[in-house]
């Protein structure tokens, strides 16, 4: 079709929808709209990594980012309450100079990255480094010390975050009494 | 192609965070720009036919978790205090 | 014993910071029996070094107690140095120190700071013994900035008076002009010497030049000036007496002012080849000798008179070491610590006795009130003036026929000096302890000996001021001088004296006669005659006037040292500090706050605001990056 092979025509669409979705998180007034938007981007992104034959990240992006970062998100809001749209909007102005930034920032790289296009992936479909066991191996071969210290990071968040959302009612009524 | 795939992946979630005013999306847009990056890794490392890049991913999915963890722990503490989350009304650091 | 040399810095040492730590949880007799008994302890130490080493044949020998500064061609090890010098000082520094301690445990009884007071003694002593006992002269520095800082810290020991803080300021003042050049002589003699240790530089004194000797002396004998407050650095010691009486005995009448005769002694050798050295040596001595006992012809506060009698005898033994002779001198150093401790002591339980008064315009009568007290000064002041047989007599003539030697104008004004001397502590004598009681109805009520802490070590003095003479009784009697004996090993010039025996049975027989006469006079005067100190200053005529108020010494180095360097400091803190340094310290600091209150503006707490500028930041790095 077009001359396009069908794995290009996948990545075109997904690309597509990524950046729409990517704008839709940004521009849509009510942040639950936001998250689902999100959401809906990390899929696309889950299908590039598809395409880039790294089939257990794209599934653990799933689970990671879909499945718990983003919930956890609309957690937040809907503890919050925040789910209208009674968020104070920015001035026109800032939002165009926003918006020239983000151009002129695009243009700059693009500019930036002109000649590397020849860098285009090439052989589809052969790779096996996506593979459970490929990754495993390079994990738990040359990374074993930096895993190990990411879960170090993860129970230090962990018990940060508890410590942080903890209901510190005494502290803080003896300090605004101060 | 994929690096100007997540070059404007990025600059969208760069956009968003200086257009908006709401905390939260901010996060959003943080989480954004990561994928952005991520996304290019996993094809470098297809480029180069090597696991690095996906292992790095990983990591930065460990690191991201536990960023979404402490900043939604620590926003939800604001919101608690002073019931707004807007950045305009967290400058309070300046006084 | 000699091995054991550490020990005697280290009682003191100990007891110093016994007390200072835990003196305010100590009882008072508590305290003060650890700090004489570290003292006494100190003192057998010495005894047992001083009896090996009369019967050692060695006599110098070097203890090493820790490496210390090694830097290039600087060594300086820890060491300590005994020989007959170190250990005779070190017997008359913890012998009189732990009679002072005694007697100071009765003096300051009703103290609040007794244990504070004796935590200063225990340092001082500390700091004595170790100026004494190093073997160069960076040790002996600081044993000797440690001795001014105790002297400091007990001169101003009562500090809620501004005067004592004065007082103490002062002395501090001009105790470091001296050690500027004590400084300077020690600097020069590494320089032409290589080293400052003391058996590595003495033997070869002669190697450098002579006019570099004589820098080097006269820089030690300013370093020495200042310490034993000769002219013109003395004037700190008269006001000195503000502190305790204990401490005007110890170091400002005993220890502490003899350390510049002891620093002098101890590098003989430089004055022994510096000609120039020793005749100015000579010359500050006998003029600040006849200068302050002048002074002290008019005084009327009881301390201020034995602290100008100090800086006479000091004076005199300056005279005696320019003169070449050097073991009169420490002869003279060890009977003067006998009987100015003993003087000073006793106007202390006078002043005990007296509840505080110090003026003898005041006193009077106190002969048979406080009969040792009497006794005992009168044993000080016979020695002092110079009577035979007492201490004094000895030692005084010592320094005056080797004066008479060398030339007989300083033999003449040390004579002149020796008189006044007499004149003055008599005076002392009798206007305090005869004629009628002049004090208040209260304070002879008040009247009572002291207790015998105190009158023991009077007692104990007073015996060594009188036997004291046989230390060094002269050649010419067919007897052996010990003292020059003694230190022969130390003192290396040898020096026997040319005068004939008549020719010193003369000047014995002058000096002798001139002290009774003197004596004579006195007593006609202040004793027959009744006649009293002027009771009003005011109404002192021409040179009376001038004399009592010191010559106007103070008042003339306000006029020409305080006065300009004020107005110096005054015009240079206006012009250079307040437009220049103050101006370009504020400049930058204004112009830094100027700045950051324009930069601040950009500090508007907005993220969205912040990452603005974090990515035109990046557009620009990555514009300068590609070249685009």
Known sequence: MLGYTITQWLFG????????????????????????YLVLTFFCIAGHYLLLNAQFLAVVHIAVYAGAIMVLFLFVIMLMNLNQDSEPQRTMISKVIAGVIGGLLLLVVVGALRGSEQLAITRYGHSEIGLVRNLGRVLFDEYLFPFEIVSVLLLAALVGAIMIGKKEDRPLAESNQE | MYMMLSVILFIIGAVGVMARRNTIILFMCIELMLNAVNLLLVAFSRLH??????????????????????????????????????????????N | MIKLVTLVPLFPLAGFLLNGFFGKKMSKGLSGAIASIAVLASFIVSLGIFI?????????????????????????????????????????????????????????????????????????VFFMLLLVLGNNFLITFVGWEGVGLCSYLLIGFWYKNTAYNNAARKAFVMNRIGDLGFLLGILL?????????????????????????????????IGAMGKSAQLPLYTWLPDAMAGPTPVSALIHAATMVTAGIFMVVRSNVFYSISHTASEFVAIVGVITALFAATIGLFQNDIKKILAYSTVSQLGLMFLGLGVGAFSSSVFHVTTHAFFKALLFLGAGSVI???????????????????????????????????????????????ILAHAYEHNKVLWMLGMITSMLTAFYMFRLLWVTFFGSFRGTHHQ?????????????????????????????????????????????????????????????????????????????ITYMVYRKNNVLPEANEANLKGWQKVVYNKYYVDEIYDA????????????LH???????????????????????????????????????????????????????
């Open chain 3, 560 to 571: 020409i040292i305080r006065k300009p360097l004020d107005a110096i400091s005054t015009a």
């Open chain 3, 52 to 124: 090996e080493l009369n019967g050692s044949e060695a006599k110098e020998h070097v203890v090493n107690v820790m490496s210390w500064i090694s830097a290039g061609a600087l060594q300086v090890p820890f060491q300590f140095l005994v020989d007959p010098l170190s250990s005779w000082f070190l017997l008359i520094i913890t012998g009189i120190g732990f009679l002072i301690h005694v007697y100071s445990t009765g003096y300051m009884h009703d103290d609040e700071g007794f244990q504070r007071f004796f935590t200063y003694l225990n340092l001082f």
């Open chain 3, 574 to 628: 206006k012009f250079v500090d307040l437009q220049i340094v103050d101006g370009i310290v504020n400049g930058v600091g204004t112009s830094v706050k100027s700045i950051g209150g324009l930069v601040r503006m950009l500090q508007t707490g907005n993220i969205g605001f912040y990452i603005m500028g974090m990515a035109i930041g990046l557009i620009a790095i990555i514009i300068i990056t590609f070249n685009l």
């Open chain 3, 189 to 221: 003699i590494f320089v032409n010497y290589g080293s400052i240790t003391y058996t590595e530089v003495f033997p070869n004194a002669g190697a450098a030049d002579s006019s570099t000797v004589t820098a080097i002396a006269i820089l030690l004998f």
């Open chain 1, 13 to 36: 669409i997904l690309a597509f929808m990524a950046i729409m979705f990517g704008l839709m998180v940004v521009f849509s007034r009510n942040p639950v709209n936001s998250v689902l």
């Open chain 2, 49 to 94: 036919e090597d696991s690095s890049g996906q292992v790095f991913v990983f990591f930065i999915m460990a690191v991201a978790a536990a960023e979404v963890a402490v900043g939604l722990a620590i926003l939800s503490m604001i919101y608690r205090n002073v019931k707004n989350i807007d950045t305009d009304h967290l400058g309070n650091l300046k």
């Open chain 3, 444 to 520: 002879a009520e008040h009247l009572h000996e002291s207790p015998a802490s105190m009158t023991i070590p009077l007692m104990v003095l007073a015996a060594l001021s009188v036997i004291g003479g046989v230390l060094g009784l002269p050649e010419f009697w067919g007897t052996h001088n010990w003292m020059q004996e003694w230190l022969e090993p130390i003192i290396r010039r040898p020096h026997g004296s040319a005068l004939s025996h008549e020719t010193e049975w003369m000047l014995m027989g002058i000096a002798l006669s001139g002290a009774l006469a003197v004596i004579y």
């Open chain 3, 352 to 398: 005990h006795a007296m509840g505080g008064e110090q003026d003898i315009r005041r006193m009077g009568g106190l002969s048979n009130k406080i009969k040792i007290t009497y006794l005992t000064m009168l044993i000080g002041t016979i020695a002092i003036s110079g009577v035979f047989p007492f201490s004094g007599f000895f030692s005084k003539d010592e």
